[in-house]
């Protein structure tokens, strides 16, 4: 596999205040990396810099073979990377197939491929944006980011405050996005059990830095640094 992106030293964060500080890692395309840490670590201020919607401070970052350190938001997303942040920020005031199709670009992703997906998004296709639930609002949000037709895509807590049902119906999407679109996945959420099968790398952050970058199935495995970094109680063992 061909390598998609890369950071080396990048320091970032809001004004003056550095939130992530000498980050350091590459991601080849195709490949899922889980992105861990405690609450207020860094995750989600590093999805920003990658989006450019935060500001960096040192460091390169290089993808698809572009140093993008300067270059806008939105032209990042015109490049290939797409974002479906923690707030999911659908259109409110659009319909389902607006919010679909307003940033829609050509390639592989099309709104029948979408709803193929998500069926439920094709029935509620004529509701707008703030009559959806929740879930419903979470794959609109994936959805949307993937009518994009990014080589990168950003997951933001894409799990958080979901019903379980609902959960495992999005988990078996993003499973089947990492093994069959060939996109690269960065993926947060705060409970490594439900991403780190799904995942050949992780990232683990602490105050900023990285502890922890390497193989997935590694740190899987590893009850203590799973205690020491995320809080997974060594009774219970290796993560399932």
């Known amino acids: 596999m061909s390598e998609l992106l890369s950071l080396t030293g990048v320091r970032s964060g809001y ?4 939130v992530i500080d000498d980050m350091t890692f590459s991601l080849d395309a195709g490949e899922c990396m889980a992105l861990l840490g405690r609450n207020g670590v860094g995750k989600t ?23 993008i350190a300067k270059v806008r938001s939105q032209q990042r997303a015109q490049l290939g990377i797409g974002w479906v942040p923690q707030e999911r ?53 994936i959805g949307r980011a993937l009518m994009l037709n990014p080589k990168l895509l950003l997951l933001d807590e894409p799990l958080e405050g979901l019903a379980p049902i609902i959960v495992q119906e ?7 996005l ?27 952050l602490e105050r900023g830095k990285t502890v922890y970058w390497g193989r997935a199935d590694t740190l899987r495995n590893d009850p203590q640094c799973l205690e020491r970094w995320l809080g997974v109680q060594k009774s219970q063992g290796a993560v399932a």
Do not use: C
């Open 45 to 67: 201020t590093l999805l920003a810099t990658l989006i450019g919607a935060a500001d960096l401070q040192g460091g390169e970052i290089t993808f698809a073979g572009r140093a």
């Open 170 to 176: 999005l988990l078996n999407v993003i499973r089947g």
């Open 89 to 141: 920020d659908v259109f409110p005031s659009l319909t389902v197939e607006e919010n679909l199709t307003v940033v829609a670009r050509k390639g592989e992703w099309s709104l029948a491929k979408v709803y193929g997906i998500f069926p439920r998004l094709e029935e509620r296709r004529r509701n707008m944006g703030n009559q959806l639930s929740g879930g419903e609002q979470q794959m609109l949000a």
């Open 178 to 204: 990492i093994e069959t679109s060939g996109m690269s996945v960065i993926l947060v959420e705060q409970h490594a059990s439900k991403i780190l099968p799904l995942a050949q790398r992780a990232l683990v």
């Open 15 to 18: 004004g003056d205040a550095i």
